[in-house]
């Protein structure tokens, strides 16, 4: 992933909400970033003791039920990447904020997480 400085501005808060969250809730952490080009972009993605919120961009027709998730918890840190199952092909540019839980998710909702998809200030 090619990291520019708008990029390297948008990733920086995530690291510190690893903070604000609590000793002992999820954490976010920065992905490795391998293959991120192929991700859904994200404009925001905040864990809280619920889940994961993310926002992303909609041309006016996507719903919760067009995005997609992969969990991989292969490694040390569980990975969480979000995916449209279709293209948005309507008219209408909006913000779209969806909210996973972490039973949803399958995972435990403390510790670590690593979202996998690039976050970006819509300007990309």
Do not use: K, Q
């Amino acid at each position: 992933m090619n990291l520019t400085r708008r990029r390297l501005i948008a990733t920086v808060p995530l690291l510190g909400l690893a903070g604000c969250v609590g000793m002992g809730g999820p954490r976010l952490v920065a992905g490795p970033g391998v293959g991120a080009e192929g991700l859904e972009p994200l404009l925001g993605v905040t864990a809280s003791r619920e889940g994961l919120a993310v926002v992303l961009t909609s041309a006016g027709c996507t719903s919760r039920a067009d995005i997609a998730f992969y969990v991989d918890r292969g490694g040390d840190v569980p990975a969480v990447a979000f995916a449209r199952r279709r293209v948005d092909l309507c008219a209408a540019p909006s913000r779209l904020a969806l909210r996973f839980t972490w039973a949803e998710l399958g995972l435990p909702g403390h510790g670590p997480v690593t979202v996998l998809n690039p976050v970006t200030d819509g300007r990309d």
